[in-house]
T-cell receptor
Framework: SQELEQSPQSLIVQEGKNLTINCTSS?????LYWYKQKYGEGLIFLMM???GGEEKSHEKITAKLDEKKQQSSLHITASQPSHAGIYLC???????????WGAGTKLIIKP | EAGVTQFPSHSVIEKGQTVTLRCDPI?????LYWYRRVMGKEIKFLLH????????ESGMPNNRFLAERTGGTYSTLKVQPAELEDSGVYFC?????????????FGQGTRLTVV
């Protein structure tokens, strides 16, 4: 069965520094979603990638899907305290709603 | 516009007891999904409603779990009797479409602890 592996599991970054989170699939990805969760809050949609080589940006967050469509990366430039939280990748499984999920990456921003 | 709301935010119950979780989706969203995250593991799909009908309940772990969405509005997820392994965070999401993405919204989750 398809699995998503996220790395690193946790990350502590000095405010202002850049960082990258990876999401690797055991099978070809047909839809890759990035979400963010803050403690006590729901999952917030960040970006969705579908095409090999696709790249999307929102404010200081950029997500890419590699050409082989088996790995995605999430890059944050000049990190801020507001970026702290848990970042989750999800991928289409048999349908568009029964997503499989990575275990999440906990991001801590040091002031 | 109100978001997806889940009640309670936390619940601590003893093994063998019954707990009912509630999810109020965004008004007008026909699609409602339940997910759960067991401690230390990834989020898993439980089931999907389209209006009041169960479209897919393949992710429900066993018959101790019962989900309903009477009238196609709010949904409840009952666990009876609860077991220790049921502990985790239960998320609800709603969407006007059949897929998660920018139009889908998640609730804040219910943290269930079975002791």
């Amino acid at each position: 069965s398809q699995e998503l592996e996220q790395s690193p599991q946790s990350l502590i970054v000095q405010e202002g520094k850049n960082l990258t989170i990876n999401c690797t699939s055991s099978k070809t990805l047909y839809g890759l979603y990035w979400y963010k969760q803050k403690y006590g809050e729901g999952l917030i949609f960040l970006m969705m990638l579908q095409k090999g080589g696709e790249e999307k940006s929102h404010e200081k967050i950029t997500a890419k899907l590699d050409e082989k469509k088996q790995q995605s990366s999430l890059h944050i430039t000049a990190s801020q305290p507001s970026h702290a939280g848990i970042y989750l990748c999800g991928a289409d499984k048999d349908s568009n709603y029964q997503l499989i999920w990575g275990a999440g990456t906990k991001l801590i921003i040091k002031p | 516009e109100a978001g997806v709301t889940q009640f309670p935010s936390h619940s601590v119950i003893e093994k063998g007891q019954t707990v009912t979780l509630r999810c109020d989706p965004i008004s007008g969203h026909d699609n409602l999904y339940w997910y759960r995250r067991v401690m230390g593991k990834e989020i898993k799909f439980l089931l999907h409603f389209v209006k009041e009908s169960k479209q897919d309940e393949s992710g429900m772990p066993n018959n101790r779990f019962l989900a309903e969405r009477t009238g196609g509005t709010y949904s409840t997820l009952k666990v009876q009797p609860a077991e220790l392994e049921d502990s985790g965070v239960y998320f609800c999401a709603s969407s006007p479409r059949l897929h998660l993405g920018p139009e889908a919204f998640f609730g804040q989750g219910t943290r269930l602890t079975v002791v």
